[in-house]
């Protein structure tokens, strides 16, 4: 049976910008909810946000899992399998 590679690309992160999305901080843009990529840390916003910086790291970059970085959430989510992981 074949596995999912995926979640073998999830390393231990530290959120770059703790404070919020990386790209909409330097912008002065508003978010909806954050995703903290969990391959090296980027600290998105989500595509419920105007300018979806979560996704288009994930695409641009090639991390394809995000986990919430909302309080109390810990979900994850693969940009790939468009699926919870």
Known sequence: METDPHPDMVRPVSPNTPQGCE??????SPWVHLRLCLSCGHVGCCDSSPLRHASGHAETEG??????FEPGEDR??????QAMV
């Open 63 to 68: 991390h394809p899992i995000v986990q919430s």
């Open 23 to 28: 790209e909409c901080l330097r912008l002065g």
């Open 76 to 81: 994850r989510w693969c940009y790939i399998d």
